[in-house]
């Protein structure tokens, strides 16, 4: 007497279930863990009593402001200076230099080769001397530091830009509208922008996910930025780093929750990697 | 003979016309050449060329001799072992967590929220990330807590350290093993049910099926992403500048170089930042190449 | 004794019937073609034969042996996939290799079979290519010189070609066929492509909605439909109803025209609705001397198709077409023109439902 086919089958496919649960649950622990912890730990500032004083301390701290403004205003400079720089360019090579491409790609590629550490030593290297003495004042180191950022975020912005062109079709839209007596200024605003918005909108809020809590260039070119700001609190007190740590997250999750609703369901869109 | 001489004459204008559009074709990308030059090559390259120079300027290898004395090799070390350790640890815990979501035939939802999970994870680092696992697994931490007080177990009696080499392993996996669970995805995605089906309609058993077909499709990747990540822990700064100021490794070194922590010597330094580019250039030049090969498999 | 045996399948995705009453016998060296549109249940059928489905009712046999709980990779039956399948990191000569490396045959049998095989498919010189070095049409080619490379008993086809041009694919319909005369091997092939199953199979077995409509050699199927969805869905086909005038002689009418038909309409009464179906070729204009079964009409429309002209011709309110062979020196008739076609008794099928 046979076992009934179905039964063999079930049990196989059950077999596989388990084990794929096993795993996530494994990964689950491993991700939510510390965030509960550093959650738990952040409301144990008063003693035997679970409160939000941390999150109080932290919010009323004019430096938590100061620093945070600082960074985000960084994280929107780098954004909009970022994707000026980057959309015309891939869009241009889509569009009239396809044999650059792979050179273009090499070169994004390039702050993966550079670490932040390696970056920022040679652009006060470079920039803290004549002719160029970017770091003698605040604008100019400011501006120096933007400029490191937005090479730390080229390979995200390049390569969420790139998949957005990919996805038009750029030379029967360019040709469409130049034959509609549009011009450059107009295609690239009027055409190219609005079609790929979902692609610049995913670079965006990547960038700034990695901007707003850097910590490597701003504290080593002295700027007063959100990530400083975190390592002072982590040296000089206890429970309220938990409780940044609990407000970077937040951050960053609103940040990739956006992209990954922007996304949804478009394959090659998720984003890979940031700045440790 | 009129005709031929005006023949070639707008032949050569043409062909001038056309190098002109060729300029103009290449201008477009000057803006951004001009910016990658000066914020990007020409730092890192000044780093280069210091750290074949002497404090005044002459050509010397002293600085990248100087490389090998131990305290330098065993920061150099120490910094690659965390990387392969992490790299391993994280790949191989990615890998199986990917391969659940997409081949466990598991819900749709589970894999949308691990992709997610995974795009925070990966890019929740650097001092918050510390800080976690501070407020988690440090001397008051809450599992530690959690551990003392409901088992009576100190886990720092038992050995453990958040501060020593492991800890900062299991802190680095935080962001290696989503990063991995992200690069790999897309690569299960590629292995189609039909090579199951033909290998096994050919006879294959499971076992076979992954020896012959799926690990020597995937492993072009497998090995690629493990190398991307060894450079995500390698490159690493801020999560071991804030846990740990005991374990020295190479960035947390060249931080200390440039902040004027230790006894200045800047070459020396740029010599540092020389030998990471060598080590990042040679694991970045690997993951493209494999990269471009499944690719090639995949199409 | 029939040499592949699908007894009374049944096969349920949970609430949803895939295929229902399904009752074949194949003959050795036959190949049988499933037909149908898709989600009709012939792929779950073809699958079930290779064994990656197990019906939730019935028996599969091959040559005698119940084959129905086997794994797939204990049986033997090669099968060529729609996409191909071949595996994208072996060579052509590895993935025409693979089953027998599977089954542990020694370097040189393996090679000996390999160059067999690549000679089958006229691709000696492709051994050494990737899979993706090759045209879609020579990997198709390759894949089934894969599945053969096992000698199995019976080689299953799923839509083998769909994925190809058109030039490509009768071209490759007919080297598949020869081959498959050649090796005298059971082929079942699951198309959605009437013409391809027409013109490659021995038996064609026509499917819809999981059961089978008809089976029967491509010469029944296209001729004599004995269902409405058989005949509309082999070949171009008017259909309309007719209303009975006389069921012992035949006689129907449809839209005030007098029809003969040379089907037996036992059981129907006068006035009772049928419905009929006549294939565009059997029509032809009236001649002089024909009296029965000629019908007035009106020219609405002519197509040119190459070999054959198709008219479009009404008949009361009914529009019906007619295919004549193109004939450049006859003279066609113009739209609007007024005429009279007609066609013999036996043309006029009446369908069962």
């Not at chain 3, 036959?30 to 059928?45: A, I, Q």
């Not at chain 3, 020196?329 to 023109?337: C, H, N």
């Amino acid at each position: 007497m046979a076992p009934t086919p179905n039964g063999k089958v079930a049990a196989v496919k059950k077999k596989i279930n388990l084990w794929a649960w096993f795993w996530i649950l494994l990964g689950a622990l491993y991700f939510l863990v510390p965030l509960y912890g550093t959650f738990d730990f952040s409301l144990r500032e008063k003693r035997g009593v679970l409160s939000l004083l941390a999150y109080q301390n932290v919010l009323a701290d004019p430096r938590f402001r100061d620093s945070f403004t600082y960074s985000a205003l960084m994280a929107l400079a780098t954004i909009v200076v970022g994707l000026l720089l980057i959309v015309p360019t891939a869009y241009w090579v889509h569009l009239r230099l396809p044999q650059v491409r792979p050179l273009i790609e090499f070169i994004t590629l390039m702050p993966f080769v550079v670490p932040a550490i390696v970056l920022v030593f040679g652009l006060i290297r470079i920039y803290s001397g004549p002719p160029l003495a970017l770091t003698n004042s605040d604008p100019l180191t400011n501006f120096l530091l933007m400029c490191g950022y937005v090479i730390l975020s080229m390979p995200y912005t390049y390569r969420s830009v790139d998949t957005g062109l990919r996805a038009i079709d750029v030379r029967t839209l360019t040709e469409a509208a130049q034959s509609l007596g549009a011009g450059w200024f107009t295609i690239l605003f009027r055409i190219i922008f609005p079609n790929i918005r979902a692609a610049l909108l995913s670079g965006a809020f990547l960038t700034f996910a990695i901007v707003i809590g850097e910590f490597t260039l701003a504290s080593l070119l002295g700027r007063p930025a959100f990530g400083p700001y975190l390592v002072y609190m982590g040296n000089n007190r206890a429970y309220e780093p938990a409780a940044l740590a609990i407000i970077s997250l937040a951050l960053t999750w609103a940040a990739i929750g956006l992209i990954q609703l922007l996304s949804h369901g478009r394959p090659g869109q998720e984003q890979v990697g940031g700045v440790h | 003979m009129a005709q031929a001489t005006q023949n070639q004459i707008r032949a050569n204008s043409s062909q001038r016309s056309l190098v002109i559009r060729n300029l103009v074709a290449w201008a477009g990308v000057v803006p951004f050449l001009v910016f990658v030059i000066l914020f990007l090559f020409w730092p890192a390259s000044s780093l280069i060329t210091g750290s074949f120079q002497n404090q005044s300027g002459a050509f010397t290898l002293q600085n990248i001799i100087d490389l090998f004395t131990p305290s330098i090799m065993n920061a150099y070390m120490l910094s690659i072992q965390i990387s392969i350790v992490t790299a391993i640890g994280g790949g191989i815990f990615g890998f199986m967590l990917a391969y659940a979501v997409i081949q466990g035939g598991l819900p749709r939802w589970v894999r949308t929220a691990l992709t997610t999970f995974s795009g925070v994870a990966s890019n929740f680092a650097g001092v918050p990330l510390a800080f976690a696992f501070i407020a988690t697994l440090g001397h008051t931490g809450f599992l530690t807590a959690l551990f003392a007080d409901k088992l009576g177990i100190d886990i720092y009696n038992l050995g453990f350290n958040l501060y020593n080499f492991w800890g900062l392993a299991l802190t680095y996996m935080y962001f290696q093993f989503p990063l991995m669970v992200l690069i790999m995805a897309p690569a299960l995605d590629g292995l189609r049910e039909e090579w199951r089906e033909a290998s096994e309609n050919l006879g294959a058993s499971s076992y076979q099926y992954w020896r012959y077909v799926a690990l020597p499709i995937l492993w072009p990747s497998l090995l690629g992403s493990t190398i991307l990540l060894f450079g995500n822990a390698f490159g690493a700064y801020a999560t071991a500048y804030a846990l740990t100021r005991t374990l020295n490794v190479v960035t947390v070194l060249i931080g200390d170089q440039i902040s004027g922590n230790v006894l200045f010597n800047p070459n020396l330094g740029y010599a540092l930042a020389f030998g990471m580019i060598v080590i990042m250039a040679v694991s970045i030049g690997l993951y493209t190449w494999l990269q471009r090969r499944t690719a090639r498999w995949l199409q | 004794m029939a040499f592949l045996e699908l007894t009374n399948i049944r096969k349920q995705f949970g609430q949803a019937v895939a295929v229902e009453d399904f009752n074949l016998k194949v003959d050795r060296g036959e190949f049988v073609s499933f037909l149908g549109p898709s989600g009709c249940g012939k792929t779950t059928t073809l699958r079930m034969i290779a064994g990656f489905e197990i019906p939730t009712v019935g028996r599969v046999a091959v040559d005698n042996v119940d084959i129905t709980d086997k794994a797939p990779n204990q049986r033997n039956v090669g099968m060529v996939f729609q996409s191909y399948a071949l595996f994208p990191n072996m060579t052509v000569a590895q993935n025409i290799g693979f089953g027998l490396r599977i089954r542990r045959e020694s370097e040189s049998a393996i090679k000996e079979r390999v160059d067999e095989m690549l000679a089958l498919i006229h691709l000696e010189q492709k051994g050494p290519s990737y899979p993706s070095q090759l045209s879609g049409g020579q990997q198709q080619r390759v894949a089934l010189a894969r599945a053969l490379a096992i000698r199995p008993q019976v080689l299953l086809l799923d839509e083998p070609l769909s994925a190809l041009d058109a030039k490509i694919r009768v071209s490759l319909r007919a080297e598949i066929r020869a081959i498959q005369r050649k090796l005298g091997i059971t082929a079942i092939y699951v198309t959605h492509d009437q013409e391809e199953a027409l013109s490659i199979s021995d038996r064609i077995v026509v499917m819809s909605q999981g059961h089978m409509e008809q089976v029967g050699t491509p010469f029944e199927i296209y001729n004599f439909p004995q269902t409405a969805f058989v005949a509309s869905f082999v070949g171009t086909l008017n259909t309309t109803t007719a209303e009975v005038v006389d069921s012992a002689r035949g006689v129907l009418q449809i839209d005030g025209a007098r029809l003969e038909t040379a089907e037996k309409l036992d059981g129907r009464q006068k006035g009772d609705k049928v419905t009929i179906a006549i294939r565009p070729e059997r029509f032809s204009f009236a001649s002089e001397q024909k009296k029965a079964n000629v019908v007035d009409c009106r020219i609405e429309n002519i197509t040119f198709l190459g070999s054959i002209v198709r008219i479009q011709v009404s008949i009361g309110s009914g529009k019906y077409y007619m295919d004549t062979f193109n004939n450049p020196f006859l003279e066609l008739p113009k739209i609007g023109d007024k005429d009279q076609v007609t066609c013999s008794r036996e043309a006029v099928l009446v369908l069962k439902s």
